[in-house]
């Protein structure tokens, strides 16, 4: 069974500060992919990342996949109060195909 | 450009009922999956579908869960006599075909409460 552990589990900071969200399996995924829920509705997607040692950069958001592709790592600068919500990893492949494993999800809240 | 789309958004049912759950996904999408999010508890894979094929139903309760993806019209997962341990968020989500299964594109879900 693939198991994702997602860290922390609640996140909670001033506007302004930067933050890193953890994302570590024993496994080995062929991709892993970044979601981000809000209250009442599904997992929106930020990013999919596919190579190991991959970077990828959505403006304040930056995503990092293992050398390894055993984990994953989700880095915010300059938090601001919109970038709170739910943020969940998911991994792909391996055994499991086209099925996601995903992680226990952070809840990031960011105060004015 | 429409998004996968989920009807009902809420439905009530009392223990004992079938609840019926319907998925439509992205234009030229032909894989379809189910997820469901219990209160607390992460996403857990139920169904992996293509149209007119069960792929991987390996998270799906063995009894009285059923998932479908017709070769005209929308998936739907079907739940028979409801219990309250069902209420929960179902989600579905879709890709593209081919091989890149990976990147999944989520419905807004279903909110099943079980009186």
């Known amino acids: 069974t693939q198991l994702l552990e997602q860290s922390p589990q609640f996140l909670s900071i001033q506007e302004g500060e930067n933050l890193t969200v953890y994302c570590n399996s024993s496994?080995?995924?062929?991709?892993l992919q970044w979601y981000r829920q809000e209250p009442g509705e599904g997992p929106v997607l930020l990013v999919t990342?596919?190579?190991?040692?991959e970077v990828k950069k959505l403006k304040r958001l930056t995503f990092q996949f293992g050398d390894a592709r055993k984990d994953s790592s989700l880095h915010i600068t300059a938090a601001q109060p919109g970038d709170t919500g739910l943020y969940l990893c998911?991994?792909?492949?391996?055994?499991?195909?086209?099925?996601?494993?995903f992680g226990q999800g952070t809840i990031l809240t960011v105060h004015p | 450009n429409a998004g996968v789309m989920q009807n009902p958004r809420h439905l009530v049912r009392r223990r004992g009922q079938e609840a019926r759950l319907r998925c439509s996904p992205m234009?030229?999408?032909?894989?379809v999956y189910w997820y469901r999010q219990l209160p607390e508890e992460g996403l857990k894979f139920m169904v992996y579908l293509q149209k007119e094929n069960i792929i991987d139903e390996s998270g799906m309760p063995k009894e009285r869960f059923s998932a479908e993806f017709p070769k005209e019209g929308p998936s739907i997962l079907r739940i028979q006599q409801v219990v309250r341990g069902d209420s929960a968020a179902y989600f579905c989500?879709?890709?593209?075909?081919?091989?890149?299964?990976?990147?999944?594109?989520f419905g807004p879900g279903t909110r099943l409460t079980v009186l």
């Open positions: 998911a991994g792909a492949g391996g055994t499991s195909y086209g099925k996601l494993t």
């Open positions: 234009k030229g999408h032909s894989h």
């Open positions: 989500a879709s890709s593209p075909p081919g091989i890149q299964t990976d990147t999944q594109y």
């Open positions: 496994s080995v995924f062929s991709s």
């Open positions: 990342v596919v190579t190991g040692g």
